[in-house]
């Protein structure tokens, strides 16, 4: 933030202590201006910026997203001030970047020992090919023998090792260029949609879609704001452009006399069940509670979802690990058998 971008760990215990200051009874600025006594002195300028943001009547949520704060953030301080509820949705922005910091640091360690296996079987491949191939090739063309299909696909890459890169690239930088194309032609609402089409992160953007909704809307209704009152808040979130066109198609269904949470049901990138979870709710009379505890689930069930992802990658970067083993290992003993046999 600030000069300085802040990492998400600093951010998410900059707004843990932010929310527990408003909660002791601090008002903003004062709460901003303690935390800068204790803050490093390369996070003092920023927050001395939020300060002085804050006196000219900026609201806090747009000086966080003028400094870059991660979106998460912007968006549940968004709603904290609309909704009277700012400590408790910087408490809730803290918990969902320090869980994703938690799970950014567990990748990074799940995948230190494998990138150090595949750098060290990188190297030893670039040795065979560029060191000890050529020698093979030499006794091959020597002695006039004719090498196998392996081999020769192994000789086309020392001899052509740019085009062989390229070869290799071409498909990633390809994927990634429809990915950037797709989503410069399509709206924030289309691309959210073509997202949950993608197997299994479909699945993670629907559970985090259906969260943040779920949670938002339960704020709202404990404010006393009914479901539809709460569109009109919803319409401006400044970091998910997206609800935008979703808030106006279920508030022209609404005009068309479609039940709200029939509405709901077809937006595309939320839980169906969310439809289930207003409907009881709106029986029972604690739509509110029901929409928060709904919420939390799907938080759980999103966490639980990259755990699985986190212990499925593991072994499968291992697996290919093996077969690269073997193809190393095949590509040392194959010239010296074949040699044996043309002999």
């Given at each position: 933030?600030?000069k300085?971008k802040?990492?998400?760990?600093?951010?998410?215990i900059f707004?843990?202590?932010?929310?527990?200051?408003?909660?002791?009874?601090?008002?903003?600025?004062?709460a901003?201006?303690?935390l800068?006594?204790?803050?490093?002195?390369s996070?003092r300028?920023?927050?001395k910026?939020?300060?002085?943001?804050?006196?000219?009547?900026?609201p806090f949520y747009?000086?966080?997203?003028e400094?870059?704060c991660h979106?998460?953030?912007?968006s549940?301080?968004?709603?904290?001030e609309?909704?009277?509820?700012?400590?408790?949705?910087l408490?809730t922005?803290a918990?969902?970047?320090q869980r994703?910091y938690e799970d950014?640091?567990?990748?990074?360690?799940l995948?230190a020992?494998?990138?150090?296996l595949?750098?060290?079987?990188g190297?030893l491949?670039?040795?065979f090919?560029w060191?000890?191939?050529p020698?093979?090739?030499?006794?091959y063309?020597s002695f006039?023998?004719k090498?196998?299909l392996?081999?020769?696909?192994?000789?086309?890459?020392?001899?052509?090792?740019?085009?062989?890169l390229?070869?290799i690239l071409?498909p990633?930088?390809l994927?990634?260029?429809?990915f950037?194309?797709?989503?410069?032609?399509?709206?924030?609402?289309?691309?959210?949609?073509?997202?949950?089409?993608?197997?299994?992160v479909?699945?993670l953007?629907?559970?985090?879609?259906?969260?943040?909704?779920?949670?938002?809307f339960?704020?709202?209704?404990?404010n006393g704001?009914?479901l539809a009152?709460?569109l009109a808040?919803?319409?401006?979130d400044?970091?998910?452009?997206?609800?935008?066109?979703?808030a106006?198609?279920?508030?022209?269904?609404?005009?068309?006399g479609?039940?709200?949470?029939q509405?709901?049901?077809?937006?595309?990138?939320?839980?169906?069940?969310?439809?289930y979870?207003i409907r009881h709710?709106?029986?029972?009379?604690?739509?509110?509670?029901?929409?928060?505890?709904?919420?939390?689930?799907c938080?759980?069930?999103f966490?639980e979802?990259?755990?699985?992802?986190?212990?499925f990658l593991q072994?499968?970067?291992?697996f290919?690990i093996?077969?690269?083993?073997?193809?190393?290992y095949?590509?040392?003993?194959?010239p010296?058998?074949q040699?044996?046999?043309?002999?």
């Open positions: 933030m600030g300085e802040w990492s998400i760990k600093d951010q998410s707004f843990k202590r932010l929310s527990t200051l408003l909660d002791e009874g601090y008002t903003m600025n004062d901003i201006r303690f800068s006594i204790q803050a490093e002195r996070k300028a920023s927050l910026n939020i300060e002085i943001q804050l006196k000219n009547g900026n747009e000086v966080l997203k400094m870059k979106p998460i953030s912007v549940f301080c968004f709603y904290g609309q909704n009277g509820r700012l400590s408790d949705a408490q922005a918990e969902i970047l994703r950014r640091m567990k990748l990074e360690k995948a020992y494998p990138f150090f595949l750098l060290l079987i190297i491949f670039f040795f090919q060191l000890l191939l020698q093979f090739q030499y006794l063309q006039q023998i090498p196998n392996f081999l020769s696909i192994l000789f086309w890459i020392n001899a052509h090792p740019v085009s062989f390229f070869i071409i990633f930088l994927v990634l260029y429809l950037y194309w797709m989503k410069g032609r399509k709206t924030s609402y289309e691309f959210q949609c073509m997202l949950v089409a993608i197997p299994f479909g699945s953007v629907r559970l985090m879609n259906t969260y943040y909704i779920a949670y938002q339960s704020q709202f209704l404990k704001l009914s009152e709460s808040f919803i319409k401006k400044p970091g998910k452009h997206y609800l935008s066109e979703c106006e198609r279920i508030e022209g269904d609404l005009l068309m479609i039940p709200f949470d509405a709901i049901s077809k937006i595309p990138f939320w839980q169906p069940e969310l439809v979870v709710g709106q029986m029972s009379g604690k739509l509110d509670l029901e929409l928060e505890s709904f919420s939390r689930y938080m759980e069930s966490s979802n990259v755990e699985r992802l986190m212990k072994p499968t970067i291992f290919f093996g077969i690269w083993l073997i193809f190393l095949f590509s040392l003993l194959s010296s058998f040699f044996i046999n043309e002999l």
